[in-house]
Structure formats: structure tokens, C-alpha cells
């Protein structure tokens, strides 16, 4: 296999970060907040009133590069600030079922993306820019992981316990181990020991799916019964 020299190298690089830019921070929040958490809102009888994006936006309007406004005119910050969003929502059933889905949604639908992009990876074996768009999915299971930090996921811990929500941090861990890996292979273009990995993919999609219903069946305990 020839190898590439420091021009496709570089134009490789510049492509993968264009995309990351596109495909990871800007369509990733997105799908996070619009989809995921505004989509389930949506579902309980919520409604979502207002979502902005802004990659570069700066104090008093001087710039503002690449905005993304789907409801509501755009306004700028009042403070300097290199990444901007917000989306407002109106409740409409505002139960700790509904506020508990809407909160968990986000980072599964980050997991069920990483997952599947892996799955193409390992079964297409892409190349070229479709290689590096699979690769930006692939690492959606970030999403979760900086959750870790998040209010998100202090406010999941809050709802069922510690312990009961345990669980879901293993089972992202385990994802972002497994991702990590066929992103390490696609890259070296060297894929190994590909059943073992598929079969853990479709492994970890049935755990993800258990927990989405053995969260709402722990919701239902604690809070209706």
C-alpha cells in the first residue's frame, strides 16, 4: 500500500477537522439538544420556542461566523464567548418521567450514533471523505463522556440514585473503549479480529436499549408506585 505523502497527510487532516467542526460540534448539539432533548420534549406535549447555534460570536454583534437559528431571531452574546447556544423550551407534562427521558435521551442517541457509525466502519471499510465523516460519528460517544461533568448527568444521578445510574456510565465507557478501538484499526487501515467487534456492537446496542427501559421501570418505582 503506498503510502501518503505530507500533502495528502495534511489535506486528510484538514478534512477530518472541517468535518469535526461541521458534522461533531455543530450538527453533534444539534442532534443533542434539538433532537434528543427538544425531540422528547416534544413528545411529552412539550414545545420548543427557541435554538441557536453560533461558532464564533462576540461581544456588542462585531462577528459572528456560521449561525444557526431554526426558531426566533438570532441576538448575540453580551460577553465574549468562542462557542454559543441555547434552546429554550415550554414544558408541557412536566413529570419526572418526562423530564427524566428528556435529560437521558442526549446521550443515547450520542451512543446509538457512535455505534453505528462503527458498524459501517467495520462492514464498509470506507475510504476517502466518507472514511472521515464515519470517524466524526464514531467519536460521538464524547457526548456522554464530558456529560460525566455535566449537569445532565448530576441531575440523572439526583433522579434514581447513584448506583442505578451506574450502569449507563459503564455501559459508555464501554462504548467509547470499543469505538476507540475500530477508529484505531479504520485509521491503520489494519481491521482485526472484525466478528469479535461486530458482535460487541450488537452487544452493546441491547444493553443500551435494556437501560433505556430499565430507567423508566426505576422512574415508575421511585416516583409513582
Partial sequence: MKKKGWKGKLKSTLLFLIFLLLFGLTLGTFIHEFIAHGGTAYIFGGEITDFRISILSKVNGSFSIHPLNIIGGWTYNTFPKYWYEEMTLKWGDYTPLADGFITIMAPIISLLISLTATLF?????????????????????????????????????????????????IISILVAINSSFIIYMSLRQKFKREKLFKRSIILLYLLVFLYLIYFGFRIYWIYYL
Fill in 121 to 169: 466502519i467495520l462492514t464498509k471499510k470506507p475510504k476517502g471523505w466518507r472514511k472521515y465523516l464515519l470517524l466524526v460519528f464514531a467519536i460521538y460517544f464524547i457526548d456522554p463522556l464530558w456529560n460525566f461533568f455535566a449537569s445532565d448527568f448530576t441531575y440523572l444521578f439526583n433522579l434514581i440514585g447513584f448506583f442505578y445510574h451506574l450502569p449507563f456510565v
